[in-house]
């Protein structure tokens, strides 16, 4: 019910803006909209392309949504959703979200992302999700800028309108549920994902190990008993965790200017553990692997 709703605002949308860009290319009002697509070439064309491709052009369109409708009116073009408050719940909610997920995008797509790392991210927007979920339903909206405003604005003009925010908390319990049966196996494998950063502090029973292909659970086991008595090993993969540390503060604060470019500099964390794990001798094969 949700992807059917959602999906028919998404293809009003691309029909509208296909519509702009064959007849309005050089319409001023529009530029910042047409500039964002220009950005993705071809992605406009189909109703089936991701919509994380589409964050920025969603915002775009909201922002010049009273230049659109008025263009749409001189060209003859009935759109009537464009003014429909129920259409436009969604719009705003779908936006905001877009926004969410492209975060979360952002954050799996780094260079040299660990399978912890990424296990890290999803498991924390899962709970952003739950938190999400109770803004709606207690109508605060902290977290949904574009949807709070459009409220504001509803309220405003007419004071008893009911909204259904109800409706959109169901929707994204719906997207809580689709994650989690998704990304369920990393749930399971928690244990064995922290051992790759932390084999010093981690304990892995059978079912974790059956997860490797071929691995000896009895060499396996005596391996793990003689890095846990070894000083110089367990502080090599405590300098790891330091390192992991530092890079973590380093993308954080470059994130929050914007400074891309300088992130992608920065040494990938995957290099860093698998250093490490290199310089293990050759008593320790099994782990290795």
Same mark, same amino acid.
């Given at each position: 019910?949700?992807?059917?709703q959602f999906?028919?605002? +998404?293809?009003?949308?691309i029909r ?8 309005? !290319?050089?319409d001023?009002?529009?530029?910042? @909209? ?36 008025? #263009?749409?009116? +001189? ?8 003014? /429909? ?15 969410h ?9 780094g260079?040299?992302?660990?399978? !912890?790392?990424?296990?890290q ?7 952003k999700?739950? @938190?999400?979920?109770? *803004? ?6 902290l977290? #949904?800028?574009k949807?709070?405003?459009?409220? /504001?604005?509803?309220?405003?003009s ?6 259904? @925010?109800?409706? %959109?908390?169901?929707?994204? =319990?719906?997207l %809580? ?5 998704? #990304? ?7 244990? !064995?994902?922290?051992f ?7 304990? @892995?029973?059978?079912?974790? !190990?059956?997860?490797i292909p071929?691995v =000896? ?6 391996e793990?008993a /003689?890095?846990?008595?070894? *000083? +110089? ?7 790891l965790n330091? /390192?992991?540390?530092?890079?973590t ?18 040494q ?8 490490t ?9 099994? %782990?290795?692997?």
């Amino acid at each position: 019910m949700c992807d059917r709703q959602f999906g028919e605002v +998404m293809s009003l949308v691309i029909r509208v803006i296909n519509f702009i860009v064959a007849r309005a !290319l050089n319409d001023r009002q529009f530029k910042t @909209l047409l500039d964002e697509v220009n950005n993705y070439p071809g992605l406009l064309l189909h109703s089936n392309v991701r919509w994380l491709s589409r964050g920025k052009v969603l915002s775009r369109f909201a922002a010049c949504l009273n230049e659109i409708r008025t #263009f749409l009116e +001189m060209k003859g073009v009935g759109h009537p959703e464009l003014a /429909d408050t129920e259409w436009l719940l969604k719009f705003y909610y779908l936006e905001d979200l877009t926004e969410h997920l492209n975060q979360l995008n952002v954050k799996m797509q780094g260079i040299g992302n660990t399978v !912890l790392s990424l296990q890290q991210a999803v498991f924390a927007f899962e709970n952003k999700l739950e @938190l999400f979920i109770t *803004d709606l339903e207690t109508g605060r909206l902290l977290h #949904f800028e574009k949807l709070s405003q459009f409220k /504001d604005a509803c309220t405003a003009s007419e004071p008893i309108q009911n909204l259904d @925010l109800h409706q %959109l908390a169901g929707c994204t =319990s719906s997207l %809580l549920q689709s994650f989690k049966a998704r #990304f369920g196996e990393f749930r399971e494998h928690t244990r !064995l994902f922290k051992f790759i950063t932390h084999p010093n502090e981690c304990s @892995l029973n059978t079912a974790d !190990l059956n997860y490797i292909p071929g691995v =000896s659970v009895r060499d396996f086991e005596a391996e793990v008993a /003689d890095l846990k008595a070894s *000083d +110089m090993w367990v502080n090599k993969f405590k300098s790891l965790n330091e /390192d992991l540390e530092r890079i973590t503060r380093q993308k954080a604060e470059l994130a929050s200017k914007h400074m891309w470019t300088e992130m992608k500099k920065l040494q990938p964390e995957d290099q860093l553990i698998l250093k490490t794990w290199n310089a293990l001798p050759v008593t320790y094969h099994t %782990l290795q692997r």
